[in-house]
């Protein structure tokens, strides 16, 4: 298939979309300024393409030496899920119960170890800050050459990681213990969100191809989404606010392993090691906001916000947002958009009892 036939931004679920020739010159055309606007280099200069090459290197001995200094978490059962075109996978998840506790690990590739200060490669990743994803297109920060091969938590390879390890007590979630540490992991498959909702719908089935290798793969996507819808009612139930209270299984499942983790991190780093860092903090809309979000929100049409929660905005849109019609949900999460200040970085460590 050409370029301009090339699947672009394929829904889940979905075969490939097919572009004209037209619309993907257009397309390219608006990546051109967009590249031109923000002044994103969709190339690397040929110093950094060289040590990336260098650094892709005899990669096997190199995560064997490192086996000294690392946990080796390789027979720990792990898996990642991405979109369908994701073209390379930077976290993973694995999951155990125990009698007392929910053990949650959470992957992280470990990027840095393949680019060094002082270097050409680590300048270019520096002035970049982020990979940029735009439809049917991605601008790696580092080069591909690394980028979707030794710093990707492929399946069936060996590879370097930052690992978070969370302890859960079962009657609250709570952190019982945090550990984060460098490791080295195997992933046992790559699940697309499709794949992880056949696998949540029949564990047996759908996981057939992979049992040979993965063993319990079933067993341990099940258990993690009873885990995180866990997380996720416990979120609502404190007052956070969902937006998108109809997203799938999968997705479910990553953005609270996630959130769970950048708090295990934040909890570590700033309560317990004291750590200066920055973190984002949405304020909250004035009194005043919240009622004009919450009376433009009553005035659709079909939808009602329950009385008994008006005093408390957030539960209020929670619980609106899941007995609304689904043409309106778009409707009230921009009522609520407007009157949210935006997010601001704040520095400093959180004392006890701070809000993470």
Sequence with gaps: ???????????????????????????????????????????????????????????????????????????????????????????????????????????????????????????????????????????????????????SLVPHEDRLAHTVEMHLDKDDLSYETIEIYKSVIRSDARLTYTDCEAVLDDPAAAAEHLEAETGNLGEKVGLVWELTDQMHDQRKADGSLVLNPRRDRAHTIIEESMLKANKAVTHELMWDRGVEAMYRVHPQPAPEKWSEALQEIQDLEGVSVPAAKWDEPRKAVNATLEEAPERQLDDIQWAVMKVMPRANDQRGPRGPGRAV
């Design 1 to 151: 298939m050409s370029d301009s036939q090339a699947a672009q931004g394929t829904p889940e679920g979905q075969g490939p979309v097919e572009v004209s020739p037209e619309l993907a010159r257009h397309l390219e055309n608006k990546r051109e300024e967009l590249f031109e606007k923000f002044e994103i280099p969709d190339e690397f200069p040929e110093e950094v393409q060289a040590e990336a090459e260098r650094r892709s290197q005899d990669i096997d001995e190199e995560i064997q030496a490192e086996l000294d200094d690392r946990r080796d978490l390789r027979e720990l059962t792990a898996w990642t899920t991405d979109p369908v075109d994701a073209q390379d996978f930077d976290d993973a998840l694995s999951v155990k119960e125990r009698d007392e506790e929910y053990v949650l690990w959470v992957h992280i590739a470990d990027v840095t170890h393949y680019v060094a200060p002082d270097t050409a490669m680590w300048e270019s990743a520096r002035r970049r800050a982020s990979t940029v994803y735009l439809p049917g297109y991605t601008v790696h920060m580092l080069p591909a050459v690394l980028a979707e091969t030794v710093c």
